[in-house]
């Protein structure tokens, strides 16, 4: 047998806590013998009467801790079961019921035990919580933004020294563990990983493979600047880490705007020593689509390429006329910008708010003669408002205003289910559209309307049940953006 | 193996939002544990110094290892000196609570201290002749921080007086506090009568050793372990200090009895330690001073260091800016007042005595002591909420203060101000009420908060300071 014994001055607890303390700890495996203690002059006799030797001079507010031992147990074996029993005397609750709600990020994720942030608050701010969840050791989402490419860079430097993913800023859309965070679909569970520096556009990719029945591991966002020269991949090549070391995962998809050429080749170099598969489904001018990238990922995983879901609207009546432009009003940025990049080449020179080509973009009216496609959820029609993936009221009065237009030839929209999207966005569009429709009947015109309709049927607001609200008001409605672009395309074509 | 992200694709994620409850909802649809920050903006103008304080990379750490010395610093009395001893106080110099103040600035209770303590020293004859040497500027004024020293309400201390000495071996510190003088009218609260002066020349010449030889007899006296006792038996260390006074009187007493005085002034002396409630605050303040203290001065970290005030401005200091003051103009106590007292007589805020909240006791720690609302206002789920709030505001909790109700929670420590200016949550601060014409006295005790001004000139300090 051992014994021993330790003096802790000024750590005060009371009688009956340490009465307990004693208890557990005597009878835990290996301890034959134990007191912890206040050094009252009682208590040091009574240490004394047990065998231990008290050293001299302590006094009431010394706490002592005494263990005789088993040989074979440690004195280290015998503190580690005082100390869970004097932190045991934390626990045991509040005897109170209010709480005080966390007012911070860090706060929240240290009451919760929580291993991921989600971040929305107005951009200004964000970067403030984004460095609190990092600090607070958890991965963040950061939906806001208005977020310095500076302040970018410095955050995911941060994020990486923390082994922690910053998924953003401005990101949309994420899948982690199932969990849909953000604007996300319920898609099945699969073998691909997503990485994505686009939110619609990964909920596309994502909605075309739950179609063609490949499920999803996890979807990765990492903002839309992240394979810019300046951002240089940071998160990408986390996210890329991760992926690769995740049972889960068996290959990856990247769905980003064209990366600059150096970053790319270094990410190849990580997939490459990773030994991860990754496939690039790259949105920009002269490069495949979404659609036919995930295509072509299909083929190269062995999977058939289905059909895509697709209804189309009866003929128009060939009495009524029909305008001569293309009006695209989207909610997803990189629908809008799909739809350009598809319909470019046949039509040319579309105006639009996010127009690459400075001689394109449109004026604040957001108003012209000719082809136009707006994004509505861009920064600048978003400030002091509700994304319009929630709040979808400028995108209807663009609508109405566009059945009044008679220049204006097909209407293309694009409706996003899922997680965050609105609980019944179909209802309130159909509505719409069966009304644009009807007053330019009224006004002697044909208004055809193509819908990108991207979701799935497991999605809270059920594809199925939507696709059929629209296409009961007259629309026709696609999975594949570009497969409906392409439609609007040839109604305009067929009537010019 | 360590999983890259700390396993997060592998397991069931918990998340914690922060801003569109749309969010949390969205989560919530799908069966995920939630935490949802009651996120409000921060206080106006900010954002850019926040950001640039949060994302400094020697924060965290700086914060860690400054609640790591402020809750393992000790605070053992070791002896009771005369102030031109332990001080080093120098005839015509007077210390004063709070940050730094000149005569034509400071409040009624200030100038009535200051009056009484130059008549303490023999300087003046008279009140009028006093208080004319002080607004020509003829004695020194400097605040009790600047020598390690804390005093209550004014907080003014002369070379004559009696103090406290304690001692951080630890961190190799010292600190000292003035002895306690009761209620009523008493020199700190700015009463500077005559009886007010016999009442301290006793204390010079009579208490002072008197405690002085029972300390030296007792031996060093844990004031850690005292309040950590008394946290559990109704006080908060603050504004109700019985349970510590009444262990700090027994740890004296034996001392005291067998002194070398007469056994009229021996009685005098225990039964005026003894009618006082307040007796221990003037071990508790020293005994939080030396926890501050020894987080003073550590680059990048954004923990406050000092909270004091001295009747005109509110003043704070903080870890990575050291010696450097951030002040603004103090708010004036709500709470209860004593007679005929009313809200008309308070003065603002006064006392270094706030060092208890900076320490994670006071205010910080009145769930400890909900009887404390009969003294301050309030109600007893208000003292609780307080406490609860203030771990909100704070780096970490104390080990050795705890507060049964809330589970033997630790009390909420170390005031971080990125925490203060995001969440607006101000420090919940106990206090007495002091007059505000020179000479009255105490008229009540109740709540108070800083300025914000304070908080948000820190922290545009603390974001000069980050290294680019």
């Known amino acids: ?496 | 193996m360590t999983r890259p992200l700390h396993g997060l694709l592998q397991g069931d994620p918990v998340v914690a939002t922060s801003g569109a409850s749309l969010f949390a909802d969205a989560l919530r649809d799908q069966a995920v544990t939630v935490a949802e920050v009651d996120w409000h903006p921060p206080l106006p103008g900010t954002e850019t110094d926040l950001a640039r304080v949060m994302g400094d990379s020697r924060r965290a750490s700086a914060n860690a290892l400054a609640l790591e010395r402020m809750t393992s610093a000790q605070a053992t009395l070791v002896d009771v000196v005369p102030a031109s001893e332990g001080l080093g106080l120098e005839r015509g110099t007077f210390l004063h609570a709070g940050p730094p103040i000149e005569w034509s600035r400071a409040s009624g209770p200030m100038r009535g201290a200051l009056i009484g303590a130059v008549l303490l020293e023999g300087l003046a004859d008279n009140p009028e002749d006093a208080q004319q040497q002080l607004a020509r500027g003829a004695h020194h004024l400097e605040p009790c921080h600047h020598r390690g020293a804390v005093g209550p309400m004014a907080g003014v201390v002369s070379p004559s007086m009696w103090v406290y000495a304690l001692r951080d071996e630890v961190h190799g510190n010292d600190s000292w506090c003035s002895l306690n003088e009761g209620l009523g009218k008493v020199l700190r609260y700015g009463a500077y009568g005559p009886e007010v002066i016999e009442r301290l020349r006793w204390m010079t010449d009579v208490l002072g050793p008197i405690l002085r030889q029972a300390v030296r007899s007792t031996g060093p006296i844990d004031i850690r372990a005292i309040i950590a006792q008394m946290l559990q038996m109704g006080d908060e260390g603050h504004n109700r200090n019985r349970a510590g006074s009444l262990m700090l009187l027994r740890e004296l007493l034996p001392g005291m009895i067998t002194a070398d005085a007469s056994s009229a002034d021996i009685a005098e002396a225990v039964r005026f330690s003894g009618a006082n409630e307040h007796f221990f605050l003037n071990l508790g303040m020293p005994a939080c001073k030396l926890a501050t203290l020894a987080a003073e001065g550590i680059p990048g970290s954004s923990v406050v260091t000092t909270m004091a005030r001295n009747g005109t401005d509110f003043g704070i200091r903080v870890s990575g800016t050291g010696e450097q003051w951030f002040t603004g103009p103090a708010n004036t106590p709500e709470g209860l007042f004593l007679g005929d007292y009313g809200p008309d007589d308070a003065n603002p805020d006064i006392g270094d005595s706030a060092i208890t909240e900076t320490g994670g006791i006071g205010g910080f720690a009145m769930a400890a002591a909900p009887a404390i609302v009969r003294f301050v206002g309030g109600d007893v789920p208000f003292a609780l909420r307080t406490t609860r709030t203030m771990y909100e505001v704070t780096t970490g909790e104390h080990p050795a203060y705890q507060v049964p109700i809330l589970g033997f929670r630790g009390t909420p420590t170390g005031i971080d101000v990125t925490k203060v200016v995001r969440t607006g949550i101000l420090p919940q601060i106990n206090t007495g009420m002091a007059g505000r014409v020179a000479g009255t006295g105490q008229v009540g005790a109740g709540l108070v908060t800083p300025p914000a001004e304070c908080f948000t000139a820190a922290l545009a300090a603390l974001a000069a300071s980050v290294p680019t």
Not at chain 1, 255 to 267: A, F, M
Not at chain 1, 342 to 361: T, Y
Not at chain 1, 454 to 460: E, F, I, L, Q, R
């Open chain 1, 1 to 496: 047998m051992s014994s021993h014994v330790e003096v802790r001055p000024g750590a005060y607890y009371d009688s009956v806590s340490l009465l307990q303390v004693s208890r557990t700890v005597a009878a835990t495996p290996g301890v034959r013998a134990a007191q912890v203690a206040m050094a009252t002059d009682l208590n040091v006799e009574v240490l004394t009467g047990m065998g231990f030797s008290v050293p001299d001079g302590v006094g009431p507010n010394d706490l002592v801790v005494a263990l005789h031992l088993d040989d074979g147990t440690t004195v280290d074996d015998g503190l580690v079961a005082v100390e869970s029993a004097l932190a045991g005397l934390r626990g045991g609750g509040d005897g109170t019921e209010e709480r005080v709600a966390p007012r911070t990020l860090g706060s929240a994720i240290s009451a919760a035990s929580a291993t991921l942030a989600v971040v929305s608050v107005p951009g200004t701010h964000a970067v403030t919580e984004a460095y609190d969840a990092i600090g607070s050791g958890v991965s963040v989402m950061l939906f806001s933004d208005n977020v310095s490419v500076q302040d970018e860079v410095r955050l995911k430097d941060a994020a990486a020294a923390a082994d922690v993913l910053l998924m953003g800023p401005d990101c949309g859309t994420a899948l982690v563990g199932g969990v849909a965070l953000g604007f996300a679909n319920v898609v099945r569970p699969g073998a691909i990983g997503l990485v994505a520096a686009s939110g619609t556009g990964a909920q596309q990719v994502m909605c075309l493979l739950d179609a063609a029945g490949v499920g999803v591991s996890h979807c990765l966002g990492v903002g839309g600047r992240d394979l810019t020269a300046t951002v240089g991949g940071r998160s990408t090549r986390q996210a890329l880490a991760a992926l690769a070391d995740d049972p889960a995962t068996t290959s990856v998809i990247v769905v980003s705007k064209p990366p600059d050429p150096t970053v790319l080749s270094e990410i190849e170099a990580d997939a490459e020593r990773l030994g991860l598969r990754v496939h690039w489904a790259i949105l920009g001018s002269g490069r495949p689509d979404l659609t036919r990238a995930v295509e072509g990922v299909l083929t190269a995983e062995g999977v058939e390429v289905p059909t895509w879901p697709t209804v189309t609207a009866p003929g128009e009546d060939a009495d009524l006329a029909v305008g001569p432009a293309l009006r695209g009003l989207f909610c997803g940025g990189t629908l809008a910008d799909e739809a350009m990049l598809v319909a470019q080449d046949a039509i040319g020179g579309i105006r639009s708010n996010i127009a690459h080509d400075p001689e394109l973009a449109l004026g604040p009216d957001l108003r012209h003669e000719g082809h136009v496609v707006i994004d509505f959820g861009d920064d600048g029609l978003t400030r002091g408002r509700a994304h319009p993936m929630i709040d979808p009221t400028l995108r209807m009065e663009r609508i109405a205003v566009e059945a009044a237009d008679p220049i204006c030839g097909v209407l293309l929209l694009d409706l996003v289910l899922g997680h965050g999207a609105h609980p019944d966005p179909a209802g309130d569009l159909a509505d719409v559209i069966r009304g644009a429709r009807s007053t330019a009947e009224t006004a002697g015109r044909a208004l055809p309307v193509v819908v990108s309709l991207v979701g799935t049927d497991s999605d809270p607001q059920d594809r199925g049940r939507c696709s059929a609200a629209l296409t009961a008001a007259g629309a026709s409605v696609f999975l594949s953006n570009s497969a409906a672009t392409r439609h609007a395309l040839t109604l305009l074509g067929s009537t010019r």
